[in-house]
C-alpha cells in the first residue's frame, strides 16, 4: 500500500523534479563507488534514480540515466582498478548497461500498464449515463466523480453533503431507491467496495436516475386504479340493466307460493266468498306455513340482491367468508327450484364428502349457481321430463374447487361460443342476455374462473372455480 502511494505522489508526477533528483543520485553514487575504489561494488545503487528517471519523466530519460549510470562506472573503474584489464572492464560495464535497459522497458511497461488502467476505468465511468463517485469513507473525501455526476447534481463540497440530500448520515447515501431533496428527483444508488490506486479501501456510488420511472408507475398504478372503477362502473351498468331481471326470479318465486297459498285457502273455503268454517275438512295448516316461510325467504333473498350490488360497487375487496360447498349447492338447487315451480325437473348432484370450505360470498355464488341451474333446466325443456337430468359436481383442484353444471340440452351453437359471456348475447328468445355476463363477474370478483365444455353425450357443462378458504 506504502509503494503505490509512492507511485501516486507529487514527486514522482513532476517531470523536471524527478530528473533532476535522479541526476543527482547518480552522481552521488558514483562518487561513493569512486571514493571507496570499487571494493564494496554497488552498482546496482544506480536502478534507484533510472526508476525515478523512467516514473517521471519516461522511457527516453530512463535510458538516459541508465546509459549515463553504466558510463560513471566504467569511467572511474578504469582509473582506480586498472590492472584488471580493459576486456573484463568492458564485459562488466556492458553488463550494467543491459540490466539498466532492462530495468527501464519493465518499469516503463509498469507505468503504461497503470495509465491505460487508469484510462479504463475513467473512460468507462464518464462515459456512462448515470452519476458515478468514489468516497474515502475515512476521510469524506470526494476522489472522482464523473461528469454526469456534475450534471445531476452540481457543485458537490463533500460527500457527506450529498449523502445528507438523500436524507442519510455522512458519508454513506443509501442504498436502493433515494429521493433527492434538492433536485426533486429519484435515483437507484448501488454501492460497493474496492480498491484505489493508492491501495486503500474506498466506496463506489452509481447513481441512476429513476424519475420518469417512477412517475410511469404512479401513472399506471392510476390509470389501473381508474381501469378497475371502469370495470365497475361497467359492472355496475349490467347490473343496473338487468335489476329487474335478478328481482323478477325472487318475485317470482313469491308469486308462485303466494299463489299455492291462495289455492290451498280456497280448498279449506271450498268456494270463492264461502266462510272457512264451510270448507272440506282434512286440510293441513303446515302445508301453508311452509309456502308462507319460502316465500318469505324468497323477499328476503330480493333484498340481498340489491344489498350485494351496492357492495360490489364500493372501492374494497370482497367480504369472503368460508363456505361449505355442498350447502351452496344444495341451497343455490333449492332456490332454483323455488323459481321454477312449474316445471318437472331432477337434479342429481356428486359432491365428495371432504370437500374444503370455499372462500365465497354467500349470496353472490349462490346468484351464480341459480342462474346455472335455471339455463339449464330452460335448455332441457324440450326433452322427454325423465331425461331432463341436472347433474352438479365439485372437486378439488389444489388451492380451488371446481363446480360443474351438467345439462342435456342442445348445447352452444358454434357462432356464439366466443361471445357468450358478453353482455346482451343470449340463446332465449326472451332473454337480455345479461345473465351469464353477470355470473362471469361475479366469479371473478373471487377471483376464479368460468367456463364451458360441450358433452361428449350432448349438453353443455359449466364450470366455474372458488379459491379455498384460508385456515
Known amino acids: 500500500m506504502r509503494a503505490r502511494a509512492l507511485l501516486q505522489s507529487p514527486f514522482l508526477a513532476d517531470p523536471t523534479v524527478g530528473l533532476l533528483v535522479s541526476i543527482a543520485l547518480a552522481a552521488g553514487i558514483a562518487a561513493f563507488d569512486y571514493a571507496t575504489e570499487y571494493r564494496l561494488r554497488v552498482g546496482v545503487l544506480y536502478l534507484p534514480p533510472i526508476f525515478l528517471a523512467t516514473w517521471a519523466a519516461g522511457r527516453t530519460a530512463g535510458l538516459a540515466i541508465g546509459g549515463a549510470s553504466a558510463a560513471l562506472w566504467l569511467a572511474t573503474l578504469f582509473g582506480k582498478q586498472p590492472y584488471l584489464g580493459t576486456l573484463h572492464h568492458l564485459w562488466e560495464g556492458t553488463l550494467h548497461l543491459v540490466m539498466y535497459a532492462a530495468f527501464v522497458f519493465a518499469i516503463a511497461r509498469l507505468k503504461s500498464a497503470l495509465e491505460l488502467a487508469k484510462e479504463r476505468f475513467v473512460s468507462a465511468f464518464d462515459s456512462l449515463e448515470a452519476a458515478a463517485w468514489v468516497v474515502d469513507p475515512e476521510s469524506d473525501a470526494l476522489l472522482y466523480s464523473n461528469p454526469q455526476f456534475s450534471r445531476t447534481f452540481g457543485a458537490v463540497g463533500s460527500a457527506g453533503g450529498l449523502a445528507r440530500r438523500f436524507g442519510a448520515f455522512a458519508p454513506a447515501p443509501p442504498e436502493g431507491e433515494a429521493f433527492d431533496t434538492e433536485s426533486g428527483r ?53 347490473m ?56 318469505s325467504t324468497q323477499a328476503l333473498r330480493a333484498g340481498d340482491v340489491v344489498r350485494r350490488i351496492r357492495e360490489f360497487v364500493r372501492r374494497r375487496p370482497p367480504t369472503l367468508h368460508p363456505e361449505n360447498p355442498r350447502a351452496l349447492v344444495m341451497g343455490a338447487l333449492g332456490a332454483a327450484e323455488g323459481e321454477m315451480v312449474d316445471v318437472r325437473l331432477q337434479a342429481v348432484t356428486e359432491l365428495p364428502a371432504a370437500l374444503p370450505d370455499v372462500a365465497a360470498d354467500r349470496v353472490m355464488v349462490t346468484r351464480v349457481m341459480v342462474n346455472l341451474a335455471r339455463n339449464a333446466w330452460e335448455a332441457m325443456q324440450a326433452l322427454e321430463e325423465e331425461e331432463r337430468r341436472l347433474v352438479v359436481r365439485a372437486r378439488e383442484h389444489d388451492t380451488e374447487v371446481e363446480f360443474e353444471f351438467a345439462d342435456r340440452g342442445p348445447g ?37 374462473e368460468l367456463w364451458f365444455t360441450r358433452n361428449p353425450e350432448g349438453g353443455t357443462t359449466f364450470h366455474f372455480t372458488l379459491p379455498v378458504a384460508r385456515r
Open 412 to 448: 352452444v351453437a358454434a357462432e356464439l361460443e366466443r361471445q357468450l359471456f358478453q353482455p346482451f348475447v343470449t340463446t332465449k328468445a326472451e332473454g337480455m342476455g345479461l345473465g351469464l355476463a353477470i355470473c362471469r363477474s361475479i366469479v371473478e370478483y373471487h377471483r376464479g
Open 240 to 295: 343496473a340493466s338487468t335489476l329487474a331481471h335478478e328481482l323478477n326470479q325472487p318475485l317470482g318465486a313469491i308469486a308462485n307460493y303466494n299463489n299455492g297459498c291462495i289455492r290451498l285457502l280456497r280448498q279449506w273455503s271450498g268456494a270463492p266468498g264461502a266462510s272457512p268454517a264451510e270448507g272440506p275438512s282434512g286440510f293441513d295448516p303446515r302445508e301453508l306455513l311452509e309456502l308462507m316461510e319460502k316465500c
Open 186 to 238: 429519484w435515483f437507484y444508488l448501488l454501492a460497493r467496495a474496492m480498491r484505489w490506486l493508492d491501495g486503500r479501501s474506498v466506496r463506489l456510488y452509481v447513481a441512476t436516475d429513476i424519475t420518469e420511472s417512477k412517475r410511469a408507475e404512479q401513472l399506471a398504478r392510476k390509470q389501473a386504479e381508474q381501469l378497475e372503477r371502469t370495470a365497475r362502473l361497467i359492472a355496475v351498468g349490467e
